[in-house]
């Protein structure tokens, strides 16, 4: 994977620290008061071994409120500029669904763009990603966050989530796209049962021969499953994670990088 001309070797997994920047986030909203607390979180996570940090300005969890483009590049472009400038090697990803943030983001050295919608919420978003050749994360969804837990209906999941990555890495394929990673989308247009069935056939999504990206850091499918709350979800995170290991995941999306990197280190003695 080609990041601003850095060959990232995905033979060993990656962590992949998510950054939330939005005050509504499921489990880190509104949590970095100021530019200080903002740059210990990040420090914290490259310290503990992150190889991508990824911001997101819109949050997508369900029902989430809808924030303008505007809004969403006012959140961003400023953390975007603030981390390069306090972490000149850091590797950005974009939690975006919308080209023209995708497109201000890269022109200020972001350098993967993660979208929850395989650029279905934007027609322009595949064009951007071809016009700048950076990495790009596809996931899987229905609908939009505000409406996606009403489209959980499927035949079969599996056979139709491969159908959509097919798809999607066609489209992105004739448009000369190199970099591609696909991610299920666990929570996304999905029932609780829906996403363990998704997890026990994880090993199926190899046969798009792409990097299988796995975010269900702190997510209610644990949660839910223990009674507990997402605070209280690390230790099933975990398992998971390790799970998503050994069905094939090559980047893990995560809250916690130092459990995480931990879990990829145990993991390699065994392969």
Known sequence: ???????????????????????????????????????????????????????????????????????????????????????????????????????????????????????????????TIAKFQVPYIMMHMKGTPQTMQEHTQYEDIIKEMLFYFSERIAAARALGINDLIVDPGFGFAKTLEQNYGVMQKLELFQMLELPLLVGISRKSMIYKTLETNAEMALNGTTVLNTISLTKGAKILRVHDVKEAVECIRLFSKLS
């Not at 990041?3 to 939005?22: A, E, F, H, R």
């Not at 972490?87 to 974009?94: D, H, K, M």
């Open 1 to 127: 994977m080609n990041c601003k001309g850095q060959l990232i070797d995905l033979s060993t997994p990656k962590v992949m620290g998510i950054l939330n920047i939005t005050p509504n986030s499921f489990f880190d909203g509104g949590k970095y008061k100021n530019e200080n607390e903002l740059l210990e979180r990040v420090e914290k996570m490259l310290y503990e071994g992150a190889d991508f940090i990824d911001v997101g300005a819109y949050s997508s969890k369900p029902n989430a409120e809808f924030v303008s483009e505007e809004e969403e590049i006012s959140r961003i472009i400023p953390v975007v500029n603030l981390l390069q400038k306090q972490f000149p090697e850091i590797i950005l990803s974009i939690d975006t669904f919308r080209a023209g943030v995708a497109k201000i983001c890269i022109e200020n050295g972001a350098a993967i763009i993660n979208d929850i919608s395989a650029g279905k919420l934007d027609d322009k978003m595949l064009q």
